[in-house]
């Protein structure tokens, strides 16, 4: 159907350019976008086959549409996964995944880490009887201790926002496998451009498509990638009655992101650290959280599951002797960058910045902030593609916007 002629040994970065198509008739170069929500059938007895999975062939949009399962089978070859199944969402996709594997009684363990609304989603499944852990996220013992006889899924997501904090994933894994559980990765900050969670053992990969696969801000997207069984017979089930379906268009806009995702990544990364070094040295800022900087606490083990590189998302505390200071000064900082974006999103080519404990972070009380390390005078980065210089000089004149 697709992909006949390519050698099977093909770089990743070949991959992203060519993997997964299925040319029409009219050989078109570039993935075609197909917009129809059904499809018309040769004839009944196939319809009656194709729905009850019998044979290939499309039925209806809310399941199957070839530019989704294009942006699929690309996505799941950049992974290193057997397939992978897209979602309407990032949460979504966490979504789906744990009606597919989890039931009452079942056990999760998450790190008190994770993005803000996979904890909430998460702790809602308590009201269907599903409970879960949150432990460290650096501390793989707290992994092994909350390790129970009903434990069905480790779920973690390396590094973390805003903080960058990295947990080894083989180490998880093996812990997960020792007790007869799956591992599931959130490998939005990283993407397989730079980390490939199933060389190291994961079974399953969560993504955001919203973020870099993207790349340019456009569109909301989810994936979930995994082995060929558990997609086919765990995750379409719920994506069939569920509905958390991927519009064609939204795939055909983030698969067309995959094909730049590489460069991106290096570009955006090399950045990141020109400016982590930079602000490390400016007398207004406490502390810069960023994993390929050789002061971040797991310097090495980011390194070696990330290809040497930190990704685009960095932080930072601006110097203040207490949390009110320390929000205004914050405040005052974003309120003058003029070339960077006010904005609480990430994985974009314009630079963002936010402050996490009013806004992603928003939620928690301030002991919980000031335990999560999330202080009122944190700035998170997330690095774009502008001329690095020109970001110092936004930067440095709202810096200065902080009265002495
Ligand atoms: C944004 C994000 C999500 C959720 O993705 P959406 O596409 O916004 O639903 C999940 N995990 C991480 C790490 C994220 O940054």
């Not at 499309?58 to 979602?87: D, H, K, M, W």
């Not at 899924?153 to 093996?174: G, H, Q």
């Not at 309120?335 to 994985?347: A, E, F, H, K, W």
């Not at 001329?387 to 709202?398: G, I, R």
Request: hydrophobic fraction near 40%; charged fraction near 20%; include cysteine.
């Amino acid at each position: 159907m697709s992909d006949k002629n390519y050698p099977d040994d093909l770089h990743i970065d070949t991959l992203a350019v060519h993997v997964g198509v299925d040319r029409s008739q009219y050989g078109e170069n570039s993935e075609a976008l197909y917009l129809t929500s059904g499809y018309v059938q040769p004839d009944a007895a196939t319809a009656a086959r194709r729905f009850s999975g019998e044979e290939e062939g499309y039925t209806y949009g809310r399941y199957g549409n070839p530019t989704v399962s294009t942006f699929e089978r690309r996505l799941a070859a950049l992974e290193g996964a057997q397939a992978c199944i897209s979602t309407s969402s990032g949460m979504s996709a966490v979504l789906m995944m744990i009606m597919g594997l989890l039931k009452a009684g079942d056990h999760i363990v998450c790190s008190r880490s994770m993005f803000g609304s996979t904890i909430k989603l998460v702790s809602d499944f308590a009201r269907y009887g599903v409970e879960s852990s949150f432990v460290s996220q650096t501390d793989v013992a707290q992994w092994q201790a909350a390790v129970r006889p009903n434990t069905k899924l480790l779920f973690a997501e390396t590094p973390t926002n805003p903080l960058t904090d990295v947990c080894d994933i083989r180490a998880l894994a093996d812990i997960a496998h020792n007790a007869g559980a799956l591992l599931a990765v959130d490998n939005c900050f990283c993407t397989p451009a730079l980390q490939r969670p199933v060389a190291l053992g994961a079974d399953l990969i969560i993504h955001s498509g919203t973020k870099y696969l993207d790349g340019q801000g456009r569109i909301v997207a989810g994936a979930l990638c995994g082995t060929q069984k558990l997609v086919k017979e765990v995750f379409m089930p719920v994506l069939r009655s569920a509905g958390m379906t991927l519009a064609p268009f939204n795939a055909w806009v983030v698969l067309k992101g995959l094909e730049t995702l590489s460069i991106r990544m290096q570009a955006q990364s090399l950045r990141a650290l020109e400016l982590a070094q930079w602000l490390q040295d400016q007398p207004r800022v406490a502390r810069v959280y960023y994993s390929a900087l050789s002061s971040h606490p797991q310097h090495e083990l980011a390194m070696a599951q990330q290809s040497g590189q930190g990704g685009a998302v960095l932080s930072f505390d601006v110097r203040a002797a207490d949390p009110d200071q320390a929000r205004t000064r914050a405040f005052a900082v974003l309120d003058t960058v003029r070339t960077i974006s006010l904005c609480t999103n990430l994985g974009d080519v314009k630079t963002l910045v936010s402050h996490p404990a009013s806004t992603s972070h928003g939620r928690l009380t301030e002991v919980q902030r000031q335990a999560a390390g999330i202080g009122q005078g944190l700035i998170r980065v997330s690095v774009g593609l502008e001329n690095v210089n020109d970001l110092k000089a936004d930067l440095a004149h709202a810096l200065d916007a902080i009265e002495k």
